[in-house]
């Protein structure tokens, strides 16, 4: 079973403070998506990772591809309120494989 | 267009009810998805069709029926849920299965299902 472990569950900060969300798993992931879903929608695609030790970045946020690619982190600067959601990370094995999400991260941030 | 069109929106059925949920894209994608969702969890692959054909059944039960119609098309057919059955349904699509390196999963807004 692929699993990936993201931590922490569940985050409350206010505005103008910095987060970061980490996705572990024991497997190799030949990419990683991270994913926002805001209450009443669907996920949507922030970012995906492919190379070990890549690093992406996306406005506040930055997101960062572990070596071995078995995990990933995204760090979030001077969080704003309209950054609460859920944050999925997502991970595909190989070509025609499924696409597997973590276990969430609930961000919420108070103005 | 980007978009994944999920209908209806809300559905309430009871446990002796058939009812069918809908999603349509036209992005030209073959690979579509269904994934279950309850309340603060991540979402939960039920299945995947490719090219049109059911290629991945995460051990679904038999009044959870998943149907793809054509490519743009992918229903799912409800009959004697339970009411832990009842969570937001979402559909999904992407180009092809698989190759996430330089593809993404589009998702539309979800069914929200009750079952009484």
């Known amino acids: 079973t692929q699993l990936l472990e993201q931590s922490p569950q569940f985050l409350s900060i206010q505005e103008g403070e910095n987060l970061t969300v980490y996705c572990n798993s024991s497997s190799v992931f030949s990419s990683l998506q991270w994913y926002r879903q805001e209450p009443g929608e669907g996920p949507v695609l922030l970012v995906t990772v492919v190379t070990g030790g890549e690093v992406k970045k996306l406005k506040r946020l930055t997101f960062q591809f572990g070596d071995a690619r078995k995990d990933s982190s995204l760090h979030i600067t001077a969080a704003q309120p309209g950054d609460t959601g859920l944050y999925l990370c997502a991970g595909g094995k190989s070509s025609g494989d499924k696409l597997t999400f973590g276990t969430g991260t609930r961000l919420a941030v108070r103005p | 267009d980007t978009e994944v069109t999920q209908t209806p929106k809300h559905l309430v059925m009871g446990m002796t009810n058939k009812k069918s949920l809908k999603c349509e894209q036209h992005?030209?994608?073959?690979?579509m998805y269904w994934y279950k969702q309850k309340a603060k969890k991540p979402p939960e692959l039920m299945f995947v069709?490719?090219?049109?054909?059911?290629?991945i059944n995460e051990s679904v039960p038999s009044r959870f029926s998943p149907e793809c119609p054509n490519s743009s098309l992918l229903n799912l057919h409800l009959h004697a849920l339970q009411p832990e059955d009842s969570a937001l349904y979402l559909c999904?699509?992407?180009?092809?299965?698989?190759?996430?390196?330089?593809?993404?999963?589009?998702f539309g807004q979800g069914t929200r299902l009750t079952v009484v």
């Open positions: 069709y490719s090219y049109e054909k059911l290629s």
């Open positions: 992005m030209g994608h073959r690979a």
């Open positions: 999904a699509s992407s180009q092809v299965l698989g190759r996430w390196d330089d593809t993404e999963a589009f």
